[in-house]
């Protein structure tokens, strides 16, 4: 359920409230969202680091650094002094006081960069949910402020009784990108100060490509993770396959398709077996779910306007592995190539995304290229910062 901070005294519905999230260190918010297919409680769930502020030292001689839980922030009765706090903490940081330092995801702690004006946005893929902290470090050791969504349906905000991931149009997901937009602070009618950036893995590179081409006016830049562009065997065996899939998707929408995920690519992330990554299987469970027609529809139409040219004019990053394994049965080469999707097929549909897009194809990378081995995502964190610096931090 949403949890909600006190309701005002008027008797207006109070508004919800940010709670600890089951990662160590992150904080959720339960974003309400309007009925959807009869189905209860539907909700998409934004998740952020947790932000306590930093404490004065206490008598037990805790010198500062992060501030404990539970702490309040410094000058929460006082915008000034709260402001004043914040300058104090940021020079402490660029001067590498201790407990200034933050982790760098693949390495030794260093020092906090300063904050940068750019906020993040997260969408994950299909079968998926955020569960990737170091993506977040990486992020917020270039000072940007991050956040990820859990779409409707998945992970954080799956409900008992509801069918996994289903969708009927991807447009349908504008409602919870708004809402996480909202809480941001870069809603429809925002005029934020700080720059927005979108980042989507998969099927959620697909969506928030959808959604900027929309929306241009009010997005910086775009991080696509191994998008989701084109169908598997290319354009010519989807467009054999979507009239049948929408005759399908209008007469039994939620009746299930073929599962042909094997487990082999959670094999290869899995810490369970060859991987290196934890993550719960009830909401990433490792032979996945039986995708429905209305689903598979709802990806081939957005994959149809991808084909037509999405005309985004934003700088455009995208990750993706330079080989493709075919996931028929396991090898070694599943640990170091992208078993999911078909990366030639994906490369050759990225120049329909827009017109200023950088194709960074990674060596050893798999589907989800932050989840590589530690050389691959070193060589991931590079090339992401040296394109964020050109690109975004880079004066008009």
Do not use: C
């Not at 359920?1 to 160590?24: F, Y």
């Not at 693949?106 to 904050?115: C, I, S, V």
Request: overall charge negative; cysteine-free.
């Amino acid at each position: 359920m949403t949890s909600l901070s006190p309701g005002p005294e008027d008797g207006t519905t109070p508004e919800p409230a940010w709670e600890p999230d089951v990662l160590p260190g992150f904080e959720r918010l339960t974003l309400p969202l309007q009925p959807d297919e009869d189905e209860p409680e539907v909700v998409a769930t934004l998740v952020r680091r947790t932000r306590p502020a930093p404490a004065e030292p206490a008598a037990d001689g805790h010198d500062g650094g992060e501030p404990r839980r539970g702490m309040h922030r410094v000058g929460a009765e006082n915008s000034q002094v709260a402001r004043l706090w914040d300058e104090l903490s940021e020079l402490g940081r660029r001067l590498h006081l201790r407990g200034a330092a933050r982790p760098h995801p693949d390495g030794e702690p260093q020092p906090a960069r300063p904050d940068v004006g750019v906020d993040l946005l997260y969408v994950h893929g299909w079968l998926d949910y955020f569960f990737q902290t170091h993506l977040a470090d990486f992020w917020e050791s270039l000072g940007v402020r991050f956040h990820a969504l859990d779409l409707r349906r998945y992970g954080r905000s799956l409900r008992e009784g509801q069918t996994p991931g289903f969708i009927r149009s991807l447009a349908t997901y504008d409602e919870e990108i708004e809402a996480a937009l909202t809480a941001m602070g870069h809603g429809r009618d925002a005029e934020p100060e700080r720059r927005l950036v979108l980042m989507g893995h998969s099927t959620g590179g697909l969506t928030v490509s959808l959604w900027a081409s929309r929306n241009q006016e009010r997005v910086a830049a775009l991080v696509l993770n191994s998008p989701w562009l084109e169908f598997q065997p290319r354009e010519a065996v989807r467009k054999i396959m979507e009239p049948g899939i929408r005759v399908q998707s209008a007469l039994v929408p939620r009746s299930q398709l073929v599962n042909l995920d094997r487990g082999l690519y959670a094999r290869a992330i899995s810490s369970r077996f060859d991987g290196e990554w934890e993550y719960d299987v009830a909401w990433r469970p490792d032979a996945g779910w039986h995708p429905t027609p209305a689903w598979l529809a709802a990806i081939f139409r957005g994959q149809d306007q991808v084909a037509r040219g999405l005309g985004i004019e934003v700088p455009v990053l995208v990750l993706l592995s330079a080989r493709s394994t075919i996931p028929t049965r396991w090898s070694e080469d599943m640990k170091s190539t992208d078993s999911v999707l078909d990366v030639v097929g994906i490369a050759r549909r990225v120049p329909d995304v827009g017109s200023l897009i950088s194709l960074v194809r990674i060596a050893g990378g798999l589907h989800d290229v932050t989840l590589s081995a530690k050389p691959v995502r070193e060589h991931v964190w590079r090339e992401t910062e040296r394109w964020f610096r050109g690109y975004v931090l880079a004066p008009d």
